[in-house]
C-alpha cells in the first residue's frame, strides 16, 4: 500500500514570496489533515477534511494560508505572502474516516525555509 | 481543552540501556494516547496507543507505555535501546468524542543513544 506522498520535500523562498505545498493521501482515507511543526515543537494540526469538505481550520492563520482538497483526494497548502516564521515542516496525515483512535498516517513532510 | 507535556527535550542514554521517555497530559475528559517517532527527514510512525482496559500497552519495535490515569501520565519504555532508536518521540491525545481525530502533540523528546 503506497503511503502519503507529500511534494516538493524541500522549498527555500524569501518573505513575501508564495508557496504552495501538496499531499496525495493514502487510496481510500476520506480524512487528510495538515500539521505545521516548528523546529523543536510537536505538530499542530492547521486544518483537516472530510472528503472535500473542511470540518477544522480554526487554527490556520486564514489572512495568509488557504488550503483546499477538490474532489475529496489530492490537496494543497498555499502561503501568500510568506513570513519568516513560517519557516517549518509541514505534515500531511489521513486516516480512513472512522473513529478518533483511527491511525492517522504521515507523509515525509515539506520543509519550507523563509529568508 | 487538552494539553500534552514532555517532562524531557533530550535524553542520552548508552546503548543496550534502558530508557523511559516521560508523557503528562492534560484533560478534563478521557482521552486517546498515542506514541509517535520520527526519525530524521521522515513523517511521524505510531508506536503505540492506549484507548482502554489494559493500562499496560506494547507497541513496535519493543516499546511499551503504561497509562495512568491517577498521574495524568503515559510513559514510554523500553528495556534494552539500539543505536537505531535515535529519534524524535512525539507523544499525543485526541478526544474520543466526536470524530475529528485531531492529535495534541508534546514538544517531543529527543532520545540519543550512545554506542
Known amino acids: 500500500e503506497a503511503g502519503v506522498a507529500q511534494s516538493p520535500r524541500y522549498k527555500i523562498i524569501e518573505k513575501r514570496q508564495s508557496v504552495a505545498f501538496w499531499c496525495n493521501p493514502i487510496?481510500?482515507?476520506?480524512?487528510l489533515y495538515w500539521y505545521q511543526q516548528i523546529l523543536g515543537q510537536g505538530p499542530k494540526l492547521l486544518i483537516q477534511?472530510?472528503?472535500?469538505?473542511?470540518?477544522?481550520d480554526s487554527q490556520l492563520p486564514k489572512d495568509r494560508f488557504s488550503a483546499e482538497r477538490l474532489k475529496g483526494v489530492d490537496s494543497t497548502l498555499k502561503i501568500q505572502p510568506a513570513k519568516l516564521e513560517d519557516s517549518a515542516v509541514y505534515l500531511c496525515?489521513?486516516?480512513?474516516?472512522?473513529?478518533?483512535?483511527?491511525?492517522?498516517?504521515f507523509g515525509p513532510g515539506t520543509r519550507l525555509t523563509v529568508l | 481543552a487538552q494539553s500534552v507535556t514532555q517532562l524531557d527535550s533530550q535524553v542520552p542514554v548508552f546503548e543496550e540501556a534502558p530508557v523511559e521517555l516521560r508523557c503528562n497530559y492534560s484533560s478534563s475528559v478521557s482521552v486517546y494516547l498515542f506514541w509517535y517517532v520520527q526519525y530524521p527527514n521522515q513523517g511521524l510512525q505510531l508506536l503505540l496507543k492506549?484507548?482502554?482496559?489494559?493500562?499496560l500497552v506494547k507497541g513496535i519495535n519493543g516499546f511499551e507505555a503504561e497509562f495512568n490515569k491517577s498521574q495524568t501520565s503515559f510513559h514510554l519504555r523500553k528495556p534494552s535501546v539500539h543505536i537505531s532508536d535515535t529519534a524524535e518521540y512525539f507523544c499525543a491525545v485526541t478526544v474520543p468524542s466526536g470524530n475529528t481525530g485531531k492529535l495534541i502533540f508534546g514538544q517531543g523528546t529527543t532520545l540519543q543513544v550512545k554506542p
Open positions: 496525515a489521513s486516516r480512513v474516516a472512522g473513529g478518533p483512535a483511527d491511525t492517522q498516517y
Open positions: 492506549y484507548l482502554s482496559g489494559s493500562t
Open positions: 487510496s481510500g482515507h476520506a480524512t
Open positions: 477534511f472530510q472528503n472535500n469538505g473542511v470540518v477544522d
